[in-house]
């Protein structure tokens, strides 16, 4: 197996295109192109990580966290992350984050929260706009079926839990091949007519160079007519967060009870109770303070997430609940999915889960 592979199949489900600007993620140090026996899944990529890969001789460690989050200027171990990258390439030891491209997905952090806590009918939170392409082409009749399940096969026509969609009319196309042209309908020199449909379909913008290349072997024109129209339209399939709903009502003080044992967290800080039930909660894993406004919009009567600051939980308002669970503990479950995941894609290929507890804070 290349690490190319894994890459490939990873990005499936977080396309290093969800990643946000600020983010770094992607393959941090190898090449693409290694041949490995075994990978090495984490949270967070430390030296005692990389201690472990050698361990475990694993050539790959696929990370969560990006151990280089901003550019590095010198690389002599004064810092932890300096020694990251020495001790991984003294190695001969790959790394590839994930991180705000996992954020983004509909099968990342979020939902991984939402699983734990049991809801049901999850939804993405802060669903990402434009980053929804409508691609309209046209072809023959006859080829029109073909084309379009070649190109559903690629990805085009997703939309929510519904695939293969796609509208269409038809249309008389016309056209005259001048010389040197190799036409598949027509002759030199002769005007043509020809019964036509034009499809139109939605692809996500990171799909789009693998779908036209599919549309042009496909399409039985030399030349092939097609437009590409950016949309406004939020994708529903990606973003920040996600809600969902518990099949009855809880009170505050047994979802407080709940999130301490499934979230494996001895501390939660939560706003004031207003013995409201729980029935609709929000989550987002890591720093979450900026989408309580969002989660207040949805009308979720909790909302779980990481790193508010003292005035964050003023905005409560006694309209919602809000939960503080810690960063690491909102996102500790991401390596047993990134696991699970490759384990199903790859069913005979060494996946190793790392056993290492990174979070670097303590309570006393």
């Known amino acids: 197996m290349t690490i190319k ?4 199949s990873i990005e499936e489900i ?3 295109h969800f990643a946000e600007d600020f983010d770094n993620v992607g393959l941090l140090i190898g090449d693409y192109n290694k041949s490995i026996d075994k990978v ?3 949270l967070d990529c430390l030296e005692d990580t990389v201690d472990e890969a050698i361990a475990e001789k694993a050539e790959l460690i696929v990370c969560f966290h990006p151990i280089i989050f901003s550019g590095l200027k010198k690389l002599n171990g004064n810092s932890y992350v300096e020694r990251v990258v020495l001790k991984a390439i003294k190695n001969d030891i790959a790394i590839y984050a994930i991180h705000t491209a996992l954020d983004n997905s509909k099968d990342g952090v979020s939902k991984a929260i939402c699983d734990r806590l049991g809801l049901l009918n999850s939804k993405i939170l802060i669903p990402k706009k434009s980053s929804l392409v409508r691609l309209t082409y046209r072809v023959p009749n006859e080829d029109a079926k073909r084309v379009s399940l070649a190109l559903f096969e690629l990805g ?3 939309i929510g839990k519904y695939d293969q969609c796609s509208t269409s009319h038809f249309v008389k196309g016309s056209f005259r091949p001048m010389q040197g042209a190799n036409p598949a309908i027509g002759s030199i020199g002769e005007q043509e007519e020809v019964d036509e449909q034009e499809l139109s379909l939605l692809i996500e913008e990171h799909k789009i160079n693998g779908i036209l290349k599919g549309l042009f072997e496909e399409h039985p024109y030399e030349e092939v007519a097609y437009e590409l129209t950016r949309l406004d339209n939020v994708n529903q399939d990606r973003g920040m967060g996600m809600y969902g709903e518990f099949e009855k009502p809880i009170q505050e003080q047994e979802f407080i009870e709940l999130l301490k044992t499934n979230m494996n967290t001895k501390l939660v800080r ?3 109770f207003s013995g409201k039930p729980i029935k609709r909660v929000a989550v987002l894993g890591g720093s979450g303070a900026f989408a309580i406004g969002q989660a207040k919009k949805v009308e979720a009567d909790a909302y779980v997430s990481a790193d508010f600051k003292y005035h964050d939980f ?3 308002e006694n309209s919602i609940l809000l939960c503080d669970i810690g960063h690491y503990e909102s996102e500790q479950y991401t390596k ?6 490759l384990k199903k894609k790859f069913p005979n290929f060494a996946v190793v889960l790392s056993n290492k507890n990174t979070n670097p804070i303590h309570y006393s």
């Open 314 to 316: 003023f905005k409560a």
């Open 14 to 16: 977080a396309p290093l």
């Open 336 to 341: 047993e999915l990134i696991v699970d995941y």
């Open 5 to 8: 592979q894994i890459a490939n």
């Open 270 to 272: 939560h706003s004031t």
């Open 40 to 42: 090495l899944v984490s």
């Open 156 to 158: 085009a026509g997703k």
